[in-house]
């Protein structure tokens, strides 16, 4: 069984820019929850995919949006980025919309 | 909108027992989690009670909850070095599609 998988690991990117984070859910995984966690805080609700549709969303601006495809995979895309997008972003893929979530390593993000 | 508590850090003796408290503002909460998070790494569930439960017991965890005072703890017995990471409460909202997570305690357990 394969378990959540992000890419890329690590960037690194200018105010301003764009980047597109992307996340494998797990097999037999429909739902897909994006979290921002800062150096040293604990994670924050970004949104939620299910079935290709957004399931819920956090307190973050419109320049955070997502994808999720019919293989359930997703996409995480901000726009216009701030030094303070710079965070660590977990990918949580579940059976159904549950908390129990199966965290992937996550994308570090640095903003310069 | 919810809040979720955590002391910072915690230091414990190989063998000794861990408990690590959490309170929580809302009371609709319908499940809490305990999550570990080792150094580059992601989250990994370690438990989860439902809010209608005082108390739940798997193997070394112990999580016990009053509702009353919005209080979770979690309790690792015979802790090891390999128990040293953050962990994270979460309480999950009634709607079941967010999860709102404390800052986190750093628990270094030492030999």
């Given at each position: 069984?394969t378990g959540v ?9 200018t105010?301003g820019?764009?980047v597109t ?9 429909n739902?897909?929850s ?5 150096l040293g ?6 949104f939620?995919?299910?079935r290709e549709?957004?399931n ?8 955070f949006?997502g994808?999720?495809?019919p293989?359930?995979?997703?996409e995480l ?7 303070d ?7 949580a893929?579940?059976?159904g919309?549950t ?5 992937g ?5 640095t903003v310069l | 909108g ?7 850090f915690?230091s414990?003796r190989?063998?000794?027992s861990s ?9 609709s909460?319908t ?10 790494a992601?989250l990994?569930?370690?438990t989860?009670?439902?809010s209608?439960m005082?108390?739940k ?6 999580v016990l909850?009053?509702?009353k005072?919005?209080?979770?703890s979690?309790r690792i017995?015979?802790t ?5 990471a953050?962990y994270?409460c ?5 709607a079941?599609?967010k999860l ?5 305690t ?5 030999p």
């Amino acid at each position: 069984e394969t378990g959540v998988t992000q890419s890329p690991t690590h960037l690194i990117k200018t105010r301003g820019q764009q980047v597109t984070l992307r996340c494998s859910s797990q097999s037999g995984h429909n739902t897909v929850s994006w979290y921002q966690q800062a150096l040293g805080q604990g994670p924050q609700f970004i949104f939620q995919y299910y079935r290709e549709e957004e399931n819920g969303r956090g307190n973050f601006p419109p320049r955070f949006s997502g994808l999720q495809f019919p293989n359930y995979s997703s996409e995480l895309n901000v726009n216009a980025l701030e030094l303070d997008d710079s965070a660590l972003y977990l990918c949580a893929s579940s059976p159904g919309g549950t908390g129990e979530l199966f965290f992937g390593e996550g994308s570090r993000l640095t903003v310069l | 909108g919810e809040d979720v508590e955590q002391s910072l850090f915690l230091s414990v003796r190989e063998g000794d027992s861990s408990v690590i408290n959490c309170t929580y503002t809302d009371s609709s909460s319908t499940y809490l989690y305990w999550y570990k998070q080792e150094p580059g790494a992601g989250l990994q569930l370690l438990t989860y009670i439902f809010s209608n439960m005082d108390m739940k017991q798997d193997q070394r965890l112990t999580v016990l909850l009053n509702k009353k005072d919005k209080h979770l703890s979690l309790r690792i017995a015979d802790t090891q070095t390999g128990d040293s990471a953050i962990y994270f409460c979460a309480s999950e909202e009634a709607a079941g599609n967010k999860l709102t997570f404390g800052g986190g305690t750093r628990v270094l357990v030492k030999p």
